[in-house]
């Protein structure tokens, strides 16, 4: 299993870090040993002052497939979810200075944190609202609507160079409104009204 994420995907959130809006997605990847196991807290790793949420739409791929056709990318995805980025942001912003990659910011354990998963038939996917709580104040306000890249391009750029299986994940970017968690803080991530996890920060 996989997990490819997609960056600045939203364009308050690109400008909020002070990037351009891109041209085409900006891809990154994150092990899978990434996942934070479900039911565990999250703990802030010893290497970063600075870890960020960022809570995004995760794509759970049903069918393999390799330089899939937007048409048929519907078909590629049956069930979606929410997830968080955590990005330890001090360590990003370093290597990003220095034009490298961005995996040991991103990519370290536990910094996957994937909900459970529900049939897309359920939801309206190009007007779905998703948020975040942190201590039970809303954080991130985000809306399908304005990814500047829709699922189904995604899976279409995505699978030109990575085959996709069955079971891969793809986080499809941030709003805006990322920030920094403490220890004791608590999450919730909501798919409309209904919430979907929480997650207690150590
Ligand atoms: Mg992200």
Redesign the pocket.
Known sequence: MKII???RNYAEHAQELGNEIPESPVIFMKPDTSVLKKGSDFYIPEFSDDVHY?L?VVLKISKGGKYIQLENAPNHYDEIGLGI?F?ARDLQTKLKSKGLPWELA?GFDGSAVVSDFFKKENFDLNNLNFSLLKNKEEVQNGNTALMIFSPEEIITFVSQYFTLRVGDLI?T??PKGVGQVIENDFLEGFLEEKKIFGLKIQ
């Open positions: 994420c997609i960056g960022e995004e980025d990005t991103k986080f970017g941030t």
